[in-house]
């Protein structure tokens, strides 16, 4: 079955450190991979999408993620967290089989402290 | 350049009454996805439409349809409202079918 695992419900981080977000995908063939960032009571926004080519990808507001076949993995990386990222990160696939759609992760949760 | 945009932003029901939604794509785009996502959750699928025929439908009760108009713009229906039908339903277009998609703000609907 499809499925797109998001481990870490919450990570708190300090102003300046760096970030990781995991995922980890379930999904017989080559995916669609995306990450989008939503702020409280607003819609999704998207950070970076990996369709095929070269496994590290440079998204928006400096993140970049990287594909990791063999791991099923397409972790979010930054070097240098501000307040401002503090929202919900969502990393999701597009399932291309049969109906195109997005498979989205249980989100995680970033705090950044000052 | 518009993005996506949906109306209205927020709405309240009663348990038992049908709700419309609507969204307007990005110009130029001919796909429109319907996704509901409940609070604490991620997005789940309801619907794809591609140049105005119904690609794909989700795990969702019939209580649920929806249309796409000439100039692409799309309605959600959903009938019957249940209390576990509150979500923020998020609209998203794209170029293609199979392509990266962009996201409106969403509409909260809240049912009581």
């Known amino acids: 079955a499809q499925s797109v695992t998001q481990p870490d419900i919450h990570i708190t981080v300090s102003e300046g450190a760096s970030l990781e977000l995991r995922c980890n995908y379930s999904?017989?063939?080559?995916?669609?991979l995306f990450w989008y960032v939503q702020s409280p009571g607003q819609g999704l926004q998207l950070l970076l999408k990996?369709?095929?080519?070269?496994?590290l990808v440079q998204g928006i507001k400096g993140f970049e993620a990287e594909f990791k076949r063999s791991q099923s993995s397409f972790n979010l990386r930054k070097p240098s967290v501000h307040w401002s990222d503090a929202a919900e990160y969502f990393c999701?696939?597009?399932?291309?089989?049969?109906?195109?759609?997005?498979?989205f992760g249980t989100g995680t949760r970033l705090k950044v402290l000052a | 350049d518009a993005g996506v945009t949906q109306s209205p932003t927020h709405l309240i029901k009663t348990r038992g009454q049908q709700v419309t939604l609507r969204c307007s794509p990005i110009?130029?785009?001919?796909?429109v996805s319907w996704y509901q996502q409940v609070l604490g959750q991620g997005p789940q699928f309801i619907f794809q439409?591609?140049?105005?025929?119904?690609?794909g439908r989700g795990n969702f009760p019939d209580r649920f349809s929806a249309r796409q108009f000439p100039n692409y713009s799309s309605e959600l229906n959903v009938n019957a409202l249940l209390l576990g039908d509150s979500a923020l339903y998020l609209c998203?277009?794209?170029?293609?079918?199979?392509?990266?998609?962009?996201f409106g703000s969403g509409t909260r609907l809240t049912v009581v």
């Open positions: 439409y591609y140049e105005k025929e119904e690609r």
């Open positions: 990996y369709f095929s080519g070269d496994t």
């Open positions: 110009s130029g785009h001919k796909s």
């Open positions: 998203a277009s794209s170029l293609l079918v199979d392509y990266g998609y962009t």
């Open positions: 999904y017989g063939a080559t995916p669609y």
């Open positions: 999701a696939v597009g399932a291309t089989s049969g109906t195109y759609k997005y498979i």
